[in-house]
């Protein structure tokens, strides 16, 4: 139907044949994504509208000069807000919280609402959960928890030891040991309430990117700060998600409209104060098997860099192509360069330093 009104092939319409399109057509749409083409229509200075724009709306997909157009229009989206709608199912209210609890702009919660299909579901944290956590300790360990006085603690080839460094997989497989059922409870409660949601919303493949990205930067964080102590638990993942929603949270105060934010974010706080004092206090207090320390707390700062980092852009840029941001290449350029510079310093600086290290177990 747009190609009618674009008889020389321009790849583009006025404005004002537009909106008759959309006043012809307008109730074979979406009442949501008709919203979005008006905003279009009325934000647009330049007096036309690129077919591209229109495709992208219809397939759910947006790019960077659709959404700016948005972002600077002068037309106030003026239909009821979603929040108001009534009628909805029960998986309806949970998509629409879901919205309400990740993102800050009307817009988006809207064509999220609009589009999310729940296929494929939140595997990714699930999965990490369910299989990394309760299978592999209840099943393979025949326990679910391996407490650091346990006398099986360090000798399992998941998690890190720095006699061990070489083996690079425990830069990974260290997030399936935790020390104590309080460390496991803690990382899988919070993994579970802010992880899930947000992978409904930006997908696995983003927040699996987050997540290993803080694994990954915890254990060489350790590495490099905290040369002699091990690490176990999934908190580098965990306080990369944690962070980075609650950064964006705090950055976009105004445009969100979860409940009880104050209250969920100062429990969130608590929560992830208390596991690191926790870790920190178990780090400096004698340990079961000397000369071996108990576990590093450095993963959890780790993680942290990486959320408040690459996180908060990924989350921020809800739907965007990432590789238009230059923030984005900004801080994951800073990310590979400190695990370059990680990567040389356990070849290297383990020997030059001339270090005490634990015997291997």
Same mark, same amino acid.
């Given at each position: ?9 321009? /790849? ?47 397939? $759910? *997909? ?9 972002? %600077? ?6 239909? *009821? ?55 592999? $300790?209840?099943?393979? @360990? ?10 099986? &603690? @360090? ?11 070489? %083996? ?5 497989? &260290?997030?399936?040991?935790?020390? /104590?059922?309080?460390?496991? /409870? ?46 176990? #638990? ?13 950064? $964006? ?11 009880? *934010? ?40 780790? /993680? ?6 690459? #996180? ?22 800073? &990310? ?19 270090? *005490? ?5």
């Amino acid at each position: 139907l747009l190609s009618q009104f674009d008889p020389d092939n321009t /790849g583009y319409i006025s404005t004002e044949k537009f909106r008759s399109l959309l006043q012809r057509h307008g109730s074979e749409l979406d009442p949501h994504k008709l919203e979005v083409l008006l905003a279009l229509a009325d934000s647009n200075s330049e007096g036309r509208i690129c077919y591209q724009d229109f495709v992208n709306l219809m397939s $759910n *997909k947006r790019s960077n000069s659709f959404r700016q157009a948005i972002l %600077q229009g002068n037309r106030r989206l003026c239909s *009821k807000a979603l929040l108001e709608e009534t009628g909805l199912s029960l998986s309806q209210r949970l998509i629409r919280h879901v919205a309400y609890e990740t993102l800050p702009r009307e817009i988006d919660r809207k064509w999220y609402y609009d589009s999310y299909t729940c296929c494929p579901p939140p595997w990714f944290m699930l999965t990490i959960t369910i299989v990394a956590f309760f299978l592999y $300790n209840g099943v393979v @360990l025949d326990r679910f928890v391996l407490q650091v006085t346990h006398p099986l &603690y @360090l000798k399992n080839a998941l998690l890190y030891h720095p006699q061990l460094r070489a %083996q690079a997989w425990r830069y990974l497989t &260290y997030i399936f040991m935790h020390a /104590g059922i309080e460390h496991l /409870g803690l990382n899988v409660v919070l993994q579970l309430l802010v992880g899930i949601p947000l992978e409904m919303v930006h997908g696995a493949a983003r927040i699996s990117f987050v997540y290993v990205a803080g694994v990954v930067a915890g254990s060489l964080a350790v590495s490099v700060a905290d040369m002699t102590a091990p690490v176990v #638990g999934s908190s580098g993942g965990v306080y990369a998600l944690v962070s980075a929603h609650l950064a $964006n949270i705090v950055m976009n105060w105004s445009g969100m409209k979860c409940q009880f *934010k104050l209250l969920r974010m100062a429990v969130a706080l608590i929560c992830m104060s208390f596991e690191f004092g926790r870790a920190v206090w178990l780090r400096f207090h004698p340990s079961a098997y000397p000369p071996c320390p108990h576990p590093s707390f450095m993963a959890h700062l780790g /993680g942290v860099m990486v959320g408040i980092t690459l #996180g908060v852009i990924i989350l921020r840029n809800y739907e965007q192509r990432l590789q238009d941001q230059t923030l984005w290449w900004i801080f994951l350029s800073i &990310y590979v360069i400190f695990v370059l510079f990680a990567i040389f310093w356990n070849i290297f600086a383990y020997g030059l330093l001339d270090l *005490k290290l634990p015997p291997p177990p």
